[in-house]
């Protein structure tokens, strides 16, 4: 299964440690500075689980999240994030999020347990939509 996963974050220290965990773990990451061109990437690519800050310039998390789902319903969306609040969870589940984890990030173990969930998810939709299209052929 390809494991090609978005990170999108203003904070290039963040992009750079989180890259390199989960590129260690065997996953294909592209880290993204600009929240604004997130969509473009995802229109261009076969992206399907995406990693996003909340705090971000010009547009942050939570309304990427929104353009993400309103886009692809199927594109699983991690929120990671220093903005620790009641509001900041229930937004994003409210929005559509898989999870909300908190930075500082200093186990990556819960991040991989949490994309691992997330491709899971992701197949058994793809497995669904395979056997739909089956069904309607015979």
């Not at 990437?41 to 705090?55: Q, T, Y």
């Not at 942050?60 to 886009?71: H, V």
């Not at 994030?81 to 984890?101: I, K, N, P, Q, Y």
Request: include cysteine.
């Amino acid at each position: 299964m390809n494991k090609k996963v978005l990170h999108v974050d203003d904070d290039p220290q963040i992009l750079r440690l989180v890259g390199r965990q989960l590129s260690s773990a065997g996953y294909d990451v592209i880290s993204l500075e600009q929240p604004e061109k997130a969509m473009k990437v995802l229109l261009d690519s076969s992206i399907r689980v995406c990693i996003l800050d909340i705090e971000m310039p010009r547009i942050n998390g939570l309304e990427l999240l929104q353009d993400i789902k309103q886009y692809d319903g199927g594109i699983q969306v991690v929120m990671l994030t220093g903005l620790v609040t009641l509001s900041t969870v229930l937004d994003s589940m409210r929005f559509g999020a898989e999870s909300c984890l908190f930075k500082p990030v200093e186990k990556f173990d819960t991040l991989k347990e949490v994309l691992e969930a997330a491709f899971e998810k992701q197949l058994r939709w793809w497995n669904a939509l395979h056997e739909l299209k089956q069904r309607q052929l015979t």
